[in-house]
């Protein structure tokens, strides 16, 4: 850290000498990946932990000034590793807008499908690592055996089980192989009963209740004020989900419900209330899937596109709901055929913004919920 | 045992009287010392083959494999470890304390294998049959805290004084419940001695063959309602002591990293996982031995066992016992990992809220029993006794089957035992 940012540090901490201080990552085993938090703590009590962030820089937003438009499909894999489709159909419907171009109906359905297997992946992996920081790690193995189930499906669908590089600009890259829409039923089938024997596991567990309950309350003012988006922004009870409020792609014709924490067994906005949010969704996810592969239908999955993707001067801005919340993609053209900026706003972004303000008065222990609860994914905090 | 050094060795073995031979009291140190030096190394190894079965059993636990690849089903695998782990760098952080840092290890290793001296394994092998038994194990045990406060400070590391602090309180607050816990067998069979403790839940000696012996309804655990409740919570205390999942807060890994043994490598890290597998062995033996008959065997008096050879009943008596510690030792296991880890204040509040509380009024209410049982005729107390076993052994069991064969049937078609 160079001397000007030590100064930033410096003044958000407390200059009381009783304090401890300690440094929480960049190697540890809950930042979820590399982040840093300064923690001024007074035994187990927490004082202050201020988060340090921009150990995953890797310039992915100015790489995309270097690259042509469909080039950059493949670096948005890189922003969300645990949730791949979102950043490629987020930047996509951006450049198809600067471009004008109307997506064929199968590509919109093929997205949503996608997208919504690649969330349930992504909150399998939430909630189980929510349930690991806790201290038990057999609910996140049972969400890795589904994981894995849902990881054949997308390879089998686009030859990656984890950068997946699906969407192009104009639709996808490939139409479903034979026999993997029956696939997809059977696994949904064998995934519904899941959830329930997750919640038996895990979510309904007394010790697990008594830690999350009331613990790390967001009220839904604090979380609209410091711009939450997406499972933890609803957990605080905000009604509010891009899919079904400023719909895109094939979701106007879906139906499913906007799950929204209730205070299901503490308060509302309580990290019980964020995890929960995520199981629930797990369920949505299931529902819309299934009336996607009725819906499904035939025809082009790919629009056509010129070659050489040359938009117009001006700019576009795309939001999709990621599995971290909602994701906004910004591209500004010059009419040259590499784009002038591109922008991503993220969830966990944003979510790191209310880790310092909330942790004032928290246990070493329910830090680590907080952050759980957040579901942050390190790369996407710095892109 | 003292029959067994004068006779078997002194007359037998040497040809000398052993009451006027003038060495007797060396021919028992020295067997006292191999029995001791036996008993420590079958903690060494019961713990090694321990790390074997918790990973295979974790293994089946989260739809994966475990170990594997070592001996069949990977059984050879603990020794690979420990080859490893010995051979690897003896690290001393720069800033460290080197002497506490280095000794801290040794206080855990002792306060772990000098348990052994007075752990029985059945009716004849103890190391040493102490009249204080059980108060010498409380005691000893303490000596790894120590040992965990000196790594914790020594190795200048915040996450190891975290660790080194949590497991101090932690120990020394559930040290209470579990010596007042541990005071209801005590009082009521009269002995600090763990063969005295066992031989109490033998039933009456001279009673028809459902009555003698090691059956359900004459262990201490079953004998009253006071019993009972004190197995639970010298249980959930034992759990504490030996930093088992719940309240694994000294190395949640998580939140600490490893706890108080974050700086150490190679053979010191091996002696503290030793420490922490071996003490499963520790605390499944004490619950055995306290609540759940020891080594006695259904339907055989002790007259029968003292009279029969070493290879008779004697052994069958190990057997039993080893096998309920086993038991009770997957059960130590399958809590950990089915269970979330409760937060600091939660665990001080468990235990000086109600654990200390409940099992203070469980020792008052000992004595009381054991005062109105010199009152009582021996009918109504057979009574008693048989309506109490069936509400506290027969309703736990039948809600237990319910519930799983309930949990079984939501599994579906999920369920696959075909696999063992």
């Known amino acids: 850290m160079n001397a000007a940012g030590q100064n930033v540090l410096l003044e958000k901490l407390s200059q009381d000498s009783d304090l401890m201080l300690l440094n929480m990552g960049p190697q540890h085993p809950s930042t979820h990946g590399v982040l840093n938090f300064v923690v001024q703590t007074d035994g187990e009590v927490m004082k202050k932990a201020v988060p340090q962030i921009g150990y995953l820089h890797r310039g992915i937003e100015k790489i995309a000034e270097q690259v042509q438009y469909p080039q950059f499909m493949p670096y948005t894999d890189r922003v969300d590793y645990l949730a791949a489709m979102f950043a490629n159909e987020g930047y996509a419907l951006a450049v198809e807008k600067l471009l004008g171009l109307e997506v064929p109906p199968r590509a919109k359905y093929l997205r949503a499908i996608s997208c919504e297997l690649n969330r349930i992946a992504s909150h399998l992996i939430g909630a189980g690592s929510m349930a690991m920081d806790i201290g038990a790690t057999t609910p996140f193995t049972h969400g890795l055996r589904e994981r894995e189930s849902i990881n054949d499906l997308l390879e089998a669908l686009c030859g990656a089980r984890l950068t997946y590089n699906y969407h192009r600009i104009g639709g996808v890259a490939f139409d479903l192989p034979d026999g993997w829409a029956d696939r997809l039923r ?31 309350t967001i009220t839904a003012e604090e979380a609209v004020a410091w711009g939450l988006a997406g499972p933890s922004l609803r957990g605080s009870g905000v009604d509010f989900d ?9 979701y106007p014709e879906l139906k499913f419900e906007v799950v929204t924490g209730k205070g299901w067994v503490g308060q509302v906005g309580d990290a019980y209330d964020r995890y929960f949010v995520r199981v629930q969704e797990m369920r949505e996810s299931v529902k819309i899937l299934r009336q996607c592969l009725d819906k499904l239908p035939a025809g082009e999955f790919q629009a056509k596109v010129p070659k050489r993707v040359k938009p117009e001067a001006g700019e576009a801005l795309a939001r999709v709901e990621s599995a971290r919340g909602e994701m906004a993609w910004y591209v500004v053209s010059d009419g040259t055929d590499k784009p002038y900026r591109v922008h991503a706003r993220t969830g966990s972004f944003m979510a790191m913004g209310i880790i310092e303000p909330k942790s004032e008065g928290l246990m070493i222990a329910d830090l680590v919920a907080l952050i759980g609860s957040l579901d942050i994914v390190a790369p996407e905090v710095d892109r | 045992m003292e029959s067994f050094v004068n006779e078997t060795l002194v007359r037998g073995l040497m040809h000398e009287n052993p009451a006027t ?12 010392v191999t029995l001791a030096f036996l008993a420590g190394t079958f903690g ?4 090694g083959i321990y790390t074997w079965t918790e990973r295979r059993m974790a293994g089946r636990i989260q739809s994966r494999i475990g170990p594997n690849r070592v001996g069949p089903a990977g059984f050879l695998q603990w020794i690979v470890d420990a080859v490893k782990l010995l051979l690897k760098e003896d690290l001393t952080p720069k800033d460290a304390d080197p002497i506490l840092f280095k000794i801290a290890p040794y206080f855990v290793f002792l306060g772990f294998v000098m348990t052994f001296v007075a752990l029985p394994f059945s009716a004849s092998f103890v190391a040493a049959d102490l009249n204080v038994g059980i108060f010498y194990i409380l005691a000893i045990t303490a000596l790894v805290v120590v040992g965990v406060l000196m790594s914790g400070w020594a190795s200048n590391s915040k996450w190891a004084l975290f660790g080194g602090i949590r497991s101090a309180a932690q120990v020394v607050s559930y040290e209470i419940p579990a010596g007042l816990s541990l005071l209801v067998p005590v009082m009521m069979a009269g002995t600090l001695s763990t063969q005295g403790l066992i031989q109490f839940q033998g039933g009456p000696q001279d009673g028809a063959w459902w009555q003698v012996g090691g059956w359900f309804w004459n262990w201490t655990a079953f ?6 409740v004190a197995f639970f919570i010298f249980f959930i205390a034992s759990l504490a002591e030996g930093n088992r999942t719940p309240f694994d807060l000294p ?8 706890g108080f043994f974050t700086e150490y490598s190679g053979m010191r890290f091996a002696v503290f996982t030793l420490v922490e597998f071996g003490n499963i062995w520790v605390m499944s033996a004490l619950a055995v031995i306290l609540f759940l008959g020891g080594w006695e065997i259904p339907g055989v008096s002790h007259a029968q066992i003292a009279a029969s050879p070493w290879y008779g009943y004697s052994l069958i008596s190990g057997g039993i016992f080893v096998l309920k510690t086993l038991l009770m030792s997957l059960v130590v296991m399958w809590i950990r990992w089915t269970l979330p880890r409760i937060r600091v204040d939660q665990m001080m509040n468990i235990c000086w809220k109600y654990l200390v509380p409940i099992s203070m009024v469980l020792v008052v209410l000992t004595a009381a029993n054991e005062l109105l049982m010199a009152w009582a005729s021996p009918l109504v107390l057979s009574l008693l006794h048989i309506v109490f076993f069936a509400m506290a052994g027969l309703l736990p069991a039948v809600l237990f089957f319910k519930q799983t064969f309930k949990n079984i049937r939501l599994m579906g078609d999920r369920v696959d035992l075909s696999n063992w």
Request: charged share 25%.
């Open chain 1, 242 to 250: 891009v899919r079904r409020d400023l719909p895109y792609g094939a």
């Open chain 2, 223 to 228: 004998a009253n309602p006071m019993a009972f």
């Open chain 2, 44 to 47: 060494a190894v019961i713990s």
């Open chain 2, 251 to 258: 190395e949640a890994e998580s939140e600490l990293v490893a």
């Open chain 1, 186 to 216: 059977k696994f949904l089938d064998h995934f519904e009963p899941f959830v329930d024997e997750f919640d038996r596991l895990i979510s309904d567990n007394k010790i697990y209740i008594e830690r999350l309950a009331g613990v790390c």
């Open chain 2, 21 to 32: 031979y003038e060495y007797t009291w060396l021919v028992q140190v020295v067997w006292m």
